[in-house]
């Protein structure tokens, strides 16, 4: 694909989708306007109808810095905040920050490099979680092995650099962006993977670098980090129903263990109703396997202090579980759909 590369000096816009995010807003933006980049800077926070102080919050930072505009997202999603940003972005390079998210010293140099360097169309890099209390603690723990997440690229230190299905966030030439429409408005998760499929279909790049990497802070309750979870899972199936080439092990792991459980629970109470001893230790065999893998896993997991990795085993349920659970229930077709939608941006 021949085309000017992106310059090393060249001005970045960097966009972030904001709900809800008082906690920390003012720490990720800070993050940003830190960073050493030699060509312009400016950011644009797109910010939902929060139900905490983060449109205020959001209001003073832009008034104390004329690099920061603040973007008006009524219908608070993440596709929509991130469409109208890169609609209302001025520059070439077009970098994707989320608002509970804290970029490293040098991050927006080397992503630009990066850009330069390898003609990609996306780069990105790893989410480093990182929780605070014990339960935040044991969610990063999850979220950076194998055992929550089933070896997403980006979630583990050991990915080499190179071609990747997707990335973390992502530096994007804009000029790329425009051309496939942004993001799809429909999917509220899994857009960001979706879209770097779009990339890829249309002969673009996507890198994946180790030397990008974002401190990602998790949810810090059961409940929370459950709906999130569930979120996903419903979302993945609708992205796997409009791209079925897509499907892959890893995403029907969580699937396949929830039927299985729900299934063997339910042969092991009807057999014990009927008084069929064997068949209720058959049907035993798939949660109590499930609870010897958690268990197994958390024994395993390696440098979380007692208080974390008692929360390990609670955590893992809860993120397979709710995972698979919403993957069997899936978007309702009525949601598939929306007719709220702001505009794609578009060349």
Known sequence: MSRPRIALDS???VVMPVLNEERHLRTSVEGVL???HTGPLEVLLAVGPSRDDTPRIAATIAADDPRV?????PTGTTPDALNLAIAASSHPVVIRVDAHGELPEGYIATAVRLLHETDAA???GRMDARGTTPFERAVAAAYNSRLGLGGGGFHLAETPQGPAETVFLGAF???SLLAVGGFDPDLLRAQDWE???RLRQAGEKVIYSPALVVTYRPRSSVATLARQFFRTGRWRREVIRRHPETASLRYLAPPVTVAGILAGLGLAASSAVRGRGQWRVVGLLAPLSYVAFVLGGTLSARGLDPAARARLPLVLAVMHLAWGTGFLVGVPQAQRRRTDAAPRPSS
């Open 11 to 13: 001005p970045v816009s």
């Open 34 to 36: 830190a960073q050493e």
């Open 69 to 73: 505009r603040v973007i008006d997202n």
């Open 122 to 124: 996306n780069v990105g």
């Open 173 to 175: 030439r804009r000029e």
């Open 195 to 197: 879209l770097n499929l």
